[in-house]
T-cell receptor
Framework: AQSVTQLGSHVSVSEGALVLLRCNYS??????LFWYVQYPNQGLQLLLK??????LVKGINGFEAEFKKSETSFHLTKPSAHMSDAAEYFC??????????????FGQGTILTVHP | DAGVTQSPTHLIKTRGQQVTLRCSPK?????VSWYQQALGQGPQFIFQ???????QRGNFPDRFSGHQFPNYSSELNVNALLLGDSALYLC?????????FGPGTRLLVL
């Protein structure tokens, strides 16, 4: 069964500091991986996705993530945090086929706090 | 181009009642998925509709049912509401593997 683990339910950084949000997945077949951001009382906004093309993917708002098959990881980074990045971030996985096709499995989320 | 839209935005029901939530997908998307997000949790997959049929279903009881219309819009129905059904219900539309989410409907069951 597919699963996603986000290490750290809360991450706090200073404005201008590096943001690193960790995501590990388990899968027996090649995955599709996603990062979504959720602001308070809103839906999920797609930040970026990995769908078996380039392993380093760039998304919106300066975020990027690297797919590392050997480590089963898809960590999200941003070189310099901005106050507007404060939100909850979710990593999610799905697959191209099989019984889990079309079903997104989410991690528990990481709340990012940015201090001035 | 309008994104995914959901209605209503908020809803208050009492235990035992029934509720219907609605979703309109992005233009060009033919697949609609529904998720339940309890407070402080990640979204949980309820089911997915494609070509007016339920294609995938998560671990939710039969009280949760859905429908997709010929214009690809969708409804989520929940019968015999329980207090534990209080959550944010998210609809997502897609054409291939990437799902785009609506703003959600927040349901409170009293």
């Amino acid at each position: 069964a597919q699963s996603v683990t986000q290490l750290g339910s809360h991450v706090s950084v200073s404005e201008g500091a590096l943001v690193l949000l960790r995501c590990n997945y388990s899968s027996s077949v090649p995955p599709y991986l996603f990062w979504y951001v959720q602001y308070p009382n809103q839906g999920l906004q797609l930040l970026l996705k990995y769908t078996s093309a380039a392993t380093l993917v760039k998304g919106i708002n300066g975020f990027e993530a690297e797919f590392k098959k050997s480590e089963t990881s898809f960590h999200l980074t941003k070189p310099s945090a901005h106050m507007s990045d404060a939100a909850e971030y979710f990593c999610a996985v799905t697959f191209a086929g099989g019984t889990s096709y079309g079903k997104l499995t989410f991690g528990q989320g990481t709340i990012l706090t940015v201090h001035p | 181009d309008a994104g995914v839209t959901q209605s209503p935005t908020h809803l208050i029901k009492t235990r035992g009642q029934q509720v219907t939530l609605r979703c309109s997908p992005k233009s060009g998307h033919d697949t609609v998925s529904w998720y339940q997000q309890a407070l402080g949790q990640g979204p949980q997959f309820i089911f997915q509709y494609y070509e007016e049929e339920e294609r995938q279903r998560g671990n939710f009881p039969d009280r949760f049912s859905g429908h997709q219309f010929p214009n690809y819009s969708s409804e989520l129905n929940v019968n015999a509401l329980l207090l534990g059904d209080s959550a944010l219900y998210l609809c997502a539309s897609s054409q291939q593997e990437t799902q785009y989410f609506g703003p959600g409907t927040r349901l409170l069951v009293l």
